[in-house]
Structure formats: structure tokens, C-alpha cells
């Protein structure tokens, strides 16, 4: 299984843009093949950051995931709102 955790910090006018288009989504990325897992979480005191936390079968679903028109197209929705370079993680859970 692999871990993605990706940090994206937002202009604060554009966090409602981003949730809107989260929660209309986010049923289908959850539903996507090999995905396992998905959670959104927001910074406890910049409220303009978020955190996707994914689990995924392997990093070919993942790989799946990012060539597919859903990811393309919710991905150029949202790298609009960005006000930093977003931060991805891929990691394994040894324990």
C-alpha cells in the first residue's frame, strides 16, 4: 500500500472554491480503481492549508490515477487557487 500525503496552501479568498470542488469529487476519486482512502485535513491555524491524505494499492494506481481526465481536469482546477508550490509525499507504512 502506499501513503500520499500532499500539502497545498491556498489564497484565503480561494479555500471555498477548493472545498466546493473537493466535495463535488471527492466520491469519485474515493470510488476510483486502487484508491483506498481518502481524507481532506485543514491546518489548525493557517486555514488556507489542507492536506489530501490518500491510500492507494500500489504506485501504479496512483500512477493511474494522476493520467486520468479526473485527476486532469480537478487538478487544473485547483492549481489556480494555489498561492505556494504544493508539497506530495509517497510513503509505506513500515509499522
Known sequence: MLIRIVRMTFKPEAVEDFLENFHVNKKSIRNFPGCQHLELW?????????????????????????????FKSIWAFTKALFSEKPQAFSSRKLE
Open 42 to 70: 485543514q491546518d489548525e491555524n493557517e486555514k488556507n492549508i489542507f492536506l489530501t491524505h490518500s491510500h492507494w494499492e500500489s504506485e501504479e494506481h496512483l500512477n493511474q490515477y494522476r493520467d486520468s481526465e479526473l
